[in-house]
């Protein structure tokens, strides 16, 4: 395959790069990324001689048309990802999720591409009740917020593309998602920096709101099994291995992992339009593709703690700012990578 991998530099978005070159030597990968606040090109650091790497924004249509002429596939990671800055500016969600989005169907649609998965959220669902119900397949869109909202114009966009059009398109919703090159903004990331840093952790509200965790790798390899096995105009739903927690519940976890008590623990005002609780059923995931996760929550979490200490100098760099200059020595260029 050519692929051609949106958002590459970013959390989930490298950690598949990573993955595909381990899994897939034999194919090429082209990495478009904008380097916003959370593309990091340190994230590639270690493979980036084994990929063509374009700094770039999913909306230049220009570039976009350029870039999709040698590629056969898209993987589509790139967006605005985080639900509190979100709330601060919802524009640049509507730009990057909705008309990048766009972009990039419209560019393989007329580049005749064989595949676009679409890797989306399970939170353009909204939210469940504590205690009751999963997210499927079937499961109407009713998104609260407005990253979710953006997340859910772009994949009816897709679907639109492939009824309309043809393309030849997959989605993904998956739930939380956590492990390797996470930026320190997201929950478990930023609370194992601020623990190990000796800094309380803020808990939003009561603490009782519920997420899926699903280790990233699960999350990587569910995607390989949709480019692979899954059925075009489908969409499949991926979430974690018996790890729906409370935050709260996930806040003590990592108290026990970093040696910390909950003296550490601050509650502070909720986030707005809070969702309650999100939960997955990935039976059709299982059932038609042969994939399930396989990382618990305990294990995964432990993993991640680790791997937090043995990257000290990555977490470090992003704290003071630094990685953004990384991309300047790298490839010679005195662009500004602005916040
Ligand atoms: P992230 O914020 O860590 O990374 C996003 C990447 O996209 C960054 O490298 C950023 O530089 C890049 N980017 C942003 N705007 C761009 C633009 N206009 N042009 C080109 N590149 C741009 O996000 P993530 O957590 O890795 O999420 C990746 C995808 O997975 C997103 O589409 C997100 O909606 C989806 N998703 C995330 C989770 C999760 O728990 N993090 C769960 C389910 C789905
Ligand atoms: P987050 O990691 O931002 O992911 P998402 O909004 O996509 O679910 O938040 C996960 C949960 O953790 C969510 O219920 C909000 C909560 N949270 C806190 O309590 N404190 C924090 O500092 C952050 C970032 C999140």
Same mark, same amino acid.
């Given at each position: 395959m050519k692929l051609l991998i949106t958002g590459g530099a970013g959390f989930i978005g490298s950690n598949f790069v990573h993955y595909w070159l381990k899994n897939h030597p034999e194919d090429e990968v082209t990495v478009l990324d904008k380097l916003t606040y959370a593309g990091n090109l340190r994230n590639l650091e270690t493979v980036v001689d084994k990929i063509k790497f374009v700094k770039g924004d999913i909306c230049d249509r220009e570039l976009v048309f350029s870039i999709v *002429? $040698?590629? $056969?596939?898209i993987v589509h990671f790139a967006a605005e990802s985080h639900n509190d800055r979100a709330a601060m500016d919802p524009e640049s969600f509507v730009r990057t999720n909705v008309l990048g989005t766009f972009t990039l169907l419209d560019a393989a649609r007329l580049n005749g591409l064989k595949r676009f998965h679409h890797v989306s959220t399970d939170e353009v669902f909204g939210h469940l009740p504590l205690g009751a119900g999963f997210f499927n397949e079937n499961t109407p869109y009713a998104p609260r917020s407005t990253y979710p909202a953006s997340k859910a114009a772009a994949d009816h966009f897709v679907r639109a593309y492939h009824i309309t059009f043809g393309l030849p398109v997959t989605i993904s919703n998956c739930s939380n998602n956590y492990g390797p090159?996470?930026?320190?903004? *997201?929950i478990i990331p930023l609370f194992i920096c601020n623990l190990k840093e000796g800094k309380k952790v803020p808990v939003y509200g009561d603490g009782l709101y519920v997420r899926d965790w699903i280790h990233v790798e699960d999350h990587c390899r569910g995607i390989e099994a949709i480019l692979l096995k899954g059925k075009i105009g489908e969409t499949y739903c991926l979430g974690g291995k018996d790890s729906e927690v409370s935050n709260l519940e996930l806040t003590k976890k990592l108290l026990a992992l970093t040696g910390r $008590?909950?003296?550490f623990i601050e509650y502070v005002k909720d986030r707005p339009g809070h969702d309650r609780r999100y939960s997955i059923d990935y039976t059709k995931a299982k059932s038609e593709l042969d994939w399930e996760p396989r990382i618990n929550l305990d294990d995964g979490l432990k993993a991640t703690v680790q791997w937090y200490a043995d990257n000290q100098a990555w977490v470090d760099k992003i704290r003071s700012g630094v990685y953004q200059e990384y991309y300047k020595r790298q490839y010679g260029k005195d662009e500004s990578l602005t916040l």
């Open positions: *002429k $040698d590629i $056969d596939t090159y996470h930026f320190p903004e *997201k $008590d909950e003296s």
